[in-house]
């Protein structure tokens, strides 16, 4: 539940990445022993994750935030349905397993439903380092003797095939040279954690990374970068309740083109020793919108600032680059609440409003239910945010830290 308060004010952490995070563990797969994951956020995805690393042998346990993860000599190269299917991210565990194992089986991936993505990049990509496979029945069925270091181009720079080919790559025989690569920062994290490892990769955080195989990796210590989404939900709360905020442990330089289009609807941003603060003197500046791949706006921002755009002075439009209009399914729940949002395709016309009228609304997805919570906290009325669970797949304790900040948002498990 969520009501209209004060303008906030006070200092909020960032917990670690979730889309980093993931990858990581599954990375663990690579090299046999004790690995420790240091600020590893309490989230449904993570859970789900070790789920799928437990299935297959893998001890996990948790002490704080650092999680233990040890890979013992043999596995179960295989991950099941009722756990894939909860999340999208499980694929990435094909590229280790090919890697290390030599065969996987793995079913199709689940997760938010906003458009199909799929797999298609990870098998092609995989393909060229020798793997085959078979599908069937939903599942993917992969085998290979040895990876063998080769040329991959990418499509689209899909930051989870990026992940896998990298995954693949560190083990395979020769050089691998991907290209059209995801440059997002959680890649150039598992770069640096891998080459942790042992492994020689060059290049993540560019468009071109170049993986340089080797015959044996170790574990290791890391600790897990920031959620840059999570401190976009912050900049994005404050944005449309007013105030000033500190957001402890965001890294400005993961996030330089939100911020850009921050400042141009009003909001003043300023990097601090440890974060970002943040302050939303007035109503905000409507401002046009387009998500591209990193380092553009991501598409994870967009619901966020379409609701921000609800209730900023001005007309924006919100343009969808990624996926389409089926990244869209949220506004149907934001016009519950007196938005007035038209959609056209990929594309979104906003005209803001002074102000929201709070109604009972369902979250379709992770992103989408943050963007509604945010949307009540300048709503008239209480806003009842359903399906909760999303939420809980990506965010640690959100409502406990928008209350630490002076928002009147109640999670009711």
Request: contains cysteine; proline residues 5%; charged residues 20%.
């Amino acid at each position: 539940m969520v009501r209209p308060g004060p303008p906030l004010s006070g200092s909020v952490r960032v917990s670690g990445a979730k889309n980093s995070v993931l990858k990581l563990l599954g990375a663990t797969l690579l090299a046999e022993g004790t690995h420790l994951l240091r600020n590893v956020p309490r989230i449904a995805d993570v859970e789900t994750m070790c789920d799928l690393l437990v299935s297959m042998g893998v001890e996990v346990e948790r002490q704080g935030d650092t999680l233990h993860v040890h890979r013992p000599a043999d596995i179960v190269p295989e991950a099941p349905y009722e756990l894939v299917e909860r999340m999208r991210a499980s694929i990435v565990v094909l590229g280790p397993l090919l890697a290390r194992v030599g065969a996987a089986r793995v079913s199709l991936p689940g997760g938010d439903d906003f458009g199909t993505r799929p797999v298609d990049d990870h098998l092609s990509g995989l393909e060229r380092l020798g793997a085959t496979f078979e599908l069937a029945h939903g599942v993917i069925d992969g085998r290979v003797d040895r990876l063998l270091g080769n040329r991959v181009l990418l499509e689209v720079p899909s930051h989870t095939a990026t992940d896998t080919l990298v995954m693949a790559a560190v083990l395979a025989k020769g050089t691998t040279v991907i290209e059209n690569a995801a440059r997002e920062p959680e890649v150039a994290d598992l770069a640096a954690f891998l080459n942790r490892m042992g492994a020689r990769v060059v290049g993540a955080g560019s468009s071109t990374i170049v993986v340089e195989g080797v015959d044996e990796l170790t574990p290791v210590e890391h600790e897990v970068i920031p959620d840059r989404v999570e401190a976009a939900t912050f900049l994005a709360a404050v944005g449309i309740a007013g105030g000033e905020i500190t957001v402890a442990g965001a890294r400005p330089d993961h996030m330089d083109m939100l911020m850009a289009k921050l400042g141009e609807m009003g909001m003043r941003i300023s990097p601090t020793m440890d974060g970002l603060w943040a302050s939303a003197p007035g109503r905000l500046r409507s401002a046009d919108v387009s998500t591209l791949p990193y380092p553009g706006v991501a598409t994870d921002y967009l619901p966020l600032l379409v609701a921000m755009l609800a209730v900023a002075d001005g007309v924006g439009i919100v343009t969808e680059n990624l996926y389409g209009a089926n990244r869209f399914t949220y506004v149907a729940e934001l016009s519950r609440m007196g938005a007035d949002v038209r959609v056209q395709g990929h594309h979104a016309v906003v005209r803001g409003v002074a102000r929201l009228s709070a109604a009972p609304v369902k979250a379709p997805d992770l992103r989408a239910g943050a963007a509604l919570v945010l949307a009540g906290l300048r709503a008239e009325g209480e806003t009842v945010v359903t399906d909760g669970f999303h939420l809980e797949r990506g965010y640690e304790e959100l409502a406990a830290k928008l209350t630490s900040l002076g928002a009147d948002v109640t999670h009711q498990r």
